[in-house]
């Protein structure tokens, strides 16, 4: 399911960002520069959506974590000077 939703993030900008560049160069009879500037747009797209998906995958893990946990678990967070 996670494969399929990275994906979809990935595929979907960089096929709209060349398929709108196919238009705009097809409008403009320039020369690839269209697609090229929406490949790089589609490209800067999918990195933010993806780091958003991964970053609430992350919380929602961390959530989920903390719950489990139970009420009254208290993390205590341990360092190297500290003796048992």
């Known amino acids: 399911m996670v494969l399929a939703q990275v994906s979809l993030r990935v595929i979907l900008p960089l096929l709209a960002g060349v398929i709108a560049g196919l238009w705009a160069d097809g409008i403009g009879q320039t020369a690839p520069l269209y697609v090229l500037i929406g490949m790089v747009g589609g490209t800067v797209i999918s990195v933010l959506w993806l780091r958003a998906f991964i970053v609430s ?25 500290e003796r048992p």
């Open 57 to 81: 995958n992350v919380a929602r893990m961390r959530r989920e974590r903390d719950r489990a946990a139970g009420p009254g678990a208290e993390e205590h967070e341990h360092t190297t000077t």
